[in-house]
């Protein structure tokens, strides 16, 4: 586990954890550490058991086995209000009758924090999120964006240990939602809180988080860093779940040394970084991301170097060019070039000849499953 790789020391360890619901076991022994001043995100399709992991942290749900532990103290049989963690949900549930400010304010107000102290805390976290000016104004009075940052205000007033964000951008649209991530995550650096933030967007995952956790059926599928998850993906699962992905099926024809071997990919003689224990023979998977990829033109009398292939499809996208080659075996390969009007060779036109060709070491090999 990536945990191993640092030093810091964890605010969250989960030991062993189980839950089922009707019978159905939704997590099961799971572990997993989480460190001090982290941005950890949890990410898996619909289902797989990511709202329950954050639910059983926060107190909002018994775990059948195993242990919760916040720094350094077991609060698995403890109720929500005596973990130190806050929520921060998709809904975001302010009070509607209540102004931004008592909102805010509220959690103090439970907590019998003197009213002296109470004015300045509230408005330091509503500074935090730029809504001083918007302190009397009711949640009806305010955009999707700004009730999302009084949500976050009020979960960060009491300061707490960990912050759990389930979800919470996903009502947003797509411009705020982009806006939201970078000033999410330059407020985590700011206050220093851990954050653990759930999410079935890859993008989201990729861009806002230190240490990715993809998770499948309640299972940890990969412990990474957002580009250990991205460009070494441990399993098909999770290659395919975060982004586009081309899968080749490839025989390893030899051998050339530790980290290389010569594969048949498609037909063609490839050389292949590979440090699988894999010998003459193996079927391999060979997975290149679209932007990996390279088309060369195949010019008349021109022995092709690639793997041959025809252009079905192009889309501008502005900064690149995406294409679909059909190849002579019938598969579709995505190809997403970088577009360059003085450079001819990423302007393909429809049904042309192409070889398909990467560089090598930006392959992902992986034994056949
Ligand atoms: P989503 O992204 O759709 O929110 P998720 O990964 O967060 O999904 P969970 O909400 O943790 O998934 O749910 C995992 C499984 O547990 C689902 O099959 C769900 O129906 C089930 N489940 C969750 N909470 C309960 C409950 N209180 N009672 C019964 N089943 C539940």
Redesign the pocket.
């Known amino acids: 586990m990536n945990v191993a790789k640092t030093s810091k020391k964890p605010v969250i360890e989960l030991k062993g954890l189980s839950k089922s619901?009707?019978g159905?076991q939704?997590?099961s022994g799971l572990d997993l550490n989480v460190n001090d001043g982290e941005f950890l995100t949890i990410l898996?399709?619909?289902?797989?058991?990511?709202?329950?992991?954050?639910?059983l942290i926060a107190g909002f749900?018994n775990a059948d086995a195993g242990q919760v532990i916040i720094a350094n103290k077991d609060v698995t049989e403890l109720p929500a209000e005596q973990r130190h963690v806050n929520t921060v949900f998709q809904s975001y549930a302010l009070f509607p009758h209540m102004t931004v400010f008592e909102n805010v304010a509220f959690g103090l107000r439970m907590q019998k924090v003197s009213e002296s102290d109470i004015e300045p805390r509230v408005m330091e976290a509503l500074r935090m999120v730029q809504l001083e000016k918007f302190a009397p104004r009711k949640p009806h009075q305010l955009s999707g964006g700004q009730q999302q940052r009084v949500a976050i205000a009020r979960a960060v007033v009491n300061k707490p240990k960990v912050l759990l964000l389930?979800?919470s951008l996903s009502a947003l649209d797509y411009k705020l939602r982009k806006q939201m991530q970078i000033e999410l995550k330059q407020l985590q650096r700011k206050l220093g809180i851990t954050f653990i933030f759930?999410t079935?967007d890859q993008e989201e995952a990729l861009s806002m988080s230190d240490r990715i956790i993809v998770?499948r059926d309640?299972n940890i599928e990969q412990d990474g860093s957002p580009r250990e998850i991205y460009e070494e993906p441990t399993n098909l699962f999770v290659a395919r779940f975060i982004g586009e992905i081309n899968v080749f099926d490839a025989i390893v024809t030899s051998r050339l040394d530790e980290k290389r071997i010569m594969a048949d990919v498609e037909g063609r003689a490839a050389q292949v970084h590979c440090d699988l224990d894999v010998t003459a023979g193996d079927n391999i998977k060979v997975l290149l991301r679209p932007e990996d990829i390279r088309l060369e033109e195949i010019n008349y009398g021109e022995q092709a170097v690639g793997i041959i292939g025809y252009v079905r499809d192009r889309t501008y996208k502005g900064m690149t060019l995406d294409s679909v080659v059909e190849l002579e075996s019938g598969m579709s390969v995505m190809v997403s070039e970088f577009f360059n009007e003085d450079d001819p060779d990423v302007d393909h036109s429809l049904d042309q000849k192409v070889a398909v060709t990467w560089v090598e070491s930006w392959e992902v090999v992986l034994a056949n499953e």
């Open positions: 619901f009707d159905k939704i997590i898996g399709p619909s289902g797989c058991g990511k709202t329950t992991v954050l639910r749900e389930d979800e759930v079935h998770m309640g």
